[in-house]
């Protein structure tokens, strides 16, 4: 159980182009999902946080106009790059968790999403 | 910030030996959770352990194992005869009771035939 996949799992994209990338709960619902980067070597970064019919909450320093987070169902959502940089080139990694907010359960890690783009 | 600190970057031992990877956290929180996950070279963040902070219980699991100590913000985790398998990056996180995951840096273990 709890498993969560992600969709591409690489994909490579000219500059100025927008990339969008899924991130599905496959057996549980998912009411948050989070949306991490790392770069190589490096340790993963928070973005976003994202809950189910809501707006998601930024991590400071991360554009939200640049990094657009739609989580329009409780098994889905989805992470559109934006005119996509070279420097936006990172693994994206989401993750998530069934439980309400308030009890710190366990979080999910799909598979991640190695973007490059060129 | 509330950091989560994992002194060493890499660590190299040879199969069968123990190793221990270290992990200090900070937090202003009464209740908060410590987590260790393994990521291999696929790149997939594998959950090896949760723990909040009410449960200062050591924890053992196979090969595996946990010392948490509240006093020295510490939550080390012990890998008993390692394996090649065993190879890859660890980090340790700190949460909160909302979800939201802080990482150390990670560990890079390699193990040796």
């Known amino acids: 159980g709890a498993v969560v996949s992600q969709h591409p799992s690489w994909v490579i994209c000219k500059s100025g182009t927008s990339v969008k990338i899924e991130c599905r709960s496959l057996?549980?619902?998912?009411?948050?999902m989070f949306w991490y980067r790392q770069f190589p070597k490096q340790s993963l970064m928070l973005m976003a946080t994202s809950n189910e019919g809501s707006k998601a909450t930024y991590e400071q320093g991360v554009e939200k106009d640049k990094f657009l987070i739609n989580h329009a169902s409780l098994t889905l959502s989805t992470l559109t790059v934006t005119s996509a940089h070279p420097e936006d080139s990172s693994f994206y990694i989401c993750?998530?968790?069934?439980?309400?907010?308030?009890?710190?359960?366990?979080?999910?890690f799909g598979p991640g999403t190695r973007l490059t783009v060129l | 910030a509330q950091k989560v600190t994992q002194a060493q970057t890499e660590i190299s031992v040879v199969e069968k030996e123990d190793v221990t990877l270290d992990c200090v956290y900070e937090?202003?929180?009464?209740?908060?959770?410590l987590f260790w996950y393994k990521q291999p070279p696929s790149g997939e963040l594998v959950f090896l352990i949760r723990r909040n902070s009410f449960d200062e219980q050591n924890e053992i699991s196979g090969r595996y194992s946990w010392n948490f100590q509240k006093s020295t913000s510490s939550f080390n985790f012990t890998i008993t005869a390692s394996q090649v398998v065993d190879s890859a990056v660890y980090f340790c996180?700190?949460?909160?009771?909302?979800?939201?995951?802080?990482f150390g840096q990670g560990t890079i273990l390699t193990v040796h035939p």
């Open positions: 937090t202003r929180d009464t209740t908060y959770y």
């Open positions: 993750s998530a968790r069934d439980s309400p907010s308030g009890t710190g359960d366990t979080q999910y």
């Open positions: 057996d549980f619902q998912a009411t948050t």
């Open positions: 996180a700190r949460g909160t009771s909302y979800g939201k995951l802080t």
